[in-house]
C-alpha cells in the first residue's frame, strides 16, 4: 500500500492548512467577542477540523470511490466543517445559544442570529457527518 499526493489530496491539504489559519488568527480574537467561551468554540473547531482536512488529503489516495461520490464526500467534508465552525462563530459574534446551549448559557440574540446559527452548525453537521461516513467506506478497501 502506498500513499501518493493526489491533486484532490493538495486541495484538501491546502483548505486545511489555509482553515487551520484562520483557527489561529480566531484564537487572538477570542477576547473581543460578545460570548468569549463560545468564541474559544470556534477556534478550537477551525484548528481541529483544518487538522482533519489535511490528514484527508494525506491519505486521499487511499480512498477508493467513484469520481463522483469522491469530490462530493471531499467539498461535503470541507463545506460541512466550515458551516459548523461559521456558526460557531456567528454565535460567539451575536450572543446566539439556543442551538449550542453548553457554550451558549447566558447568552441570547435576535430570532434572526438563533436560526441562522441553528442552520448553519445543523447542515453542517448532518453534511460533515455523511462525508465522513462516505470516507470511511472509501477507505474500507484497505483492510484488505
Known sequence: MMIALTSLGAELIFIGIAFFLVGLVQGALIPTMKNSRMALSGHLTAVQCGMALAIFGVIWSLVELPLLFEAAVAYGSVLGFILI???ITVASATGASKALPVAGAGFSANITAELT???MVGTGSL???????GLVFGLLPILD
Not at 453534511?127 to 461516513?133: D, G, K, N
Open 85 to 87: 465552525w461559521l456558526g
Open 117 to 119: 446559527v441553528r442552520v
Open 127 to 133: 453534511l460533515s457527518l455523511v462525508a465522513c461516513t
